[in-house]
């Protein structure tokens, strides 16, 4: 793994300032949405089962409304910075913008490790992040949603708090409930799902059949599994995937050359996306060092894990025969690797339009459960489908009109939706 100082807000902040010179954007715009229009730092002092209190750090930022109401997940992770957040925050105001639905962006997180608490524990947590933001959260004002190591169980802990403390019924305050208490049928495999349409529509571009291409896919978590679920049934074939080690402290990949197997791997994953190397090995896959999955003769590849996973290091293993990148982390690519992946001429889809069918499938959530009306599952996977293909386009026709890459392609027409709101607001 690369040395080099990442900073996912500085980060996001160059690609902002890229795109509004592009844009020629005023000053004052620029001033406006470079950082967050408001951050929410606070304590949650929880009781442990022990009997002994710990106090946990949490955050809630809201980069920008322009558009509608905040929307954004919320991450538990031991390795959670302000900053992360804040660039999370900003991608999610793109993303929303770029796919075209009428929210803004937000993002949440607390410092902690899932791993080393228990359910009570976790359900502490989520109800004290939610008093914490009483204020500043709800269902027109910033609705939540799952992320790192969080999932639908927290969510509706998380529902229920907030139902409590205002008196109300309202399902729609949050996203990535339980199917039967106010999710959506979808909503699970949305994001993975996303990705591989955009990886459709990138194919055809190309001139490649689905059935012939193969990719390699970093990650084992809901995105990633989902992903390899739609591109085999597309035809594809994965032949390789990652996966952390929480005991090891590291990721591992694991090969066959024949393709994975993803059912058979699922049965050797815990909760967390852990594969379990023993089995695996026993089962025929051949386990390597963590940052192998960049480095097989695949067509596409598929970073859909951490952020920083392909940087000025890992991009040098990318071979000759890679033609597709689709980013289904956020943040996967830094700008140094953009730089090489640009001169190898790979055609990239950028994190903020390839993961983008998590929140369109959200943003649906949200309509279902404000209407109190819901969709069978091919209605949403339907209208996701063309959402997602819809926004591929709208983004492809301009990279192709302006000679650019489809990342500034993306960011342009991302940001001068949310730029035009916010001058219609009077704002700027």
């Known amino acids: ?46 009781r442990m ?13 809201q980069h920008n409304t322009a558009r509608g109401p905040g929307k954004g997940g919320v991450r538990f992770h031991p390795q959670e910075t302000v900053d992360t957040v804040r660039a999370l925050s900003m991608w999610m105001t793109w993303k929303t913008a770029v796919v075209d639905i009428p929210l803004g962006g937000a993002k949440g997180g607390v410092i902690c490790d899932p791993h080393n608490l228990s359910p009570r524990e976790q359900e502490a947590l989520c109800r004290g992040w939610v008093r914490q933001l009483i204020d500043a959260i709800g269902p027109d004002r910033d609705v939540p949603a799952p992320d790192v190591m969080t ?24 996203t990535g409930k339980p199917v039967g208490m106010g999710g959506s049928l979808g909503r699970t495999e949305a994001t993975g799902y996303g990705v591989i349409y955009t990886v459709r529509e990138a194919l055809s571009e190309l001139g490649l059949r689905m059935e012939e291409a193969t990719a ?12 390899i679920d ?58 390597l060092p963590g940052d192998a999955w960049i480095e097989q003769e695949v067509d596409v590849l598929i970073p859909a894990a951490m952020e920083n996973q392909i940087n000025r290091d890992t991009v040098k293993g990318i071979k000759g025969s890679v033609k597709i990148i689709a980013e289904g982390a956020n943040g996967p690519t830094t700008p140094p690797a953009d730089a090489v992946i640009r001169e190898k001429k790979i055609w990239l889809v950028p994190d903020f339009l390839a993961n983008a069918g998590g929140v369109t499938c959200s943003y649906f959530e ?17 209208k996701l489908d063309t959402q997602m293909t819809d926004a591929y386009f709208s983004v492809s026709q301009m990279a192709h009109r302006r000679n650019i890459p489809m990342r500034d392609a993306a960011y342009m027409i991302a940001i001068a939706r949310v730029a035009e709101a916010c001058k219609m607001r009077g704002w700027v």
């Open 230 to 287: 739609l591109f085999h049934s597309y035809g594809g074939k994965v032949l390789c995937v990652s996966s952390w080690d929480q005991t090891a402290q590291e990721a591992f990949a694991f090969f066959r050359k024949d393709g994975v197997d993803l059912k058979q791997l699922r049965s050797m994953t815990n909760s967390y996306g852990e594969i379990n190397r023993d089995k695996a090995a026993e089962a025929g896959y051949t386990v």
């Open 49 to 61: 089962d022990d009997g002994s209190y710990k106090v946990f750090r949490g955050f809630r930022i």
């Open 366 to 382: 949200q309509v279902q459960s404000n209407m109190n009306y819901f969709w069978t599952r091919d209605e949403v996977i339907s």
């Open 216 to 227: 390699s896919v970093q990650g084992f978590g809901n995105v990633a599994q989902y992903a």
């Open 1 to 46: 793994m690369s040395t080099e100082s990442f900073n996912p807000y500085r980060m996001a902040q160059e690609q902002f300032d890229a795109v509004a010179n592009q844009l020629g954007l005023d000053e004052a715009t620029r001033d406006l949405l470079r950082v967050p229009d408001r951050e929410m730092h606070f304590n949650i002092p929880i």
């Open 151 to 174: 999932s639908s169980q927290h969510m509706l802990w998380m529902l229920d708090e907030y139902e409590h403390l205002t008196g109300r019924k309202a399902p729609g305050f949050i």
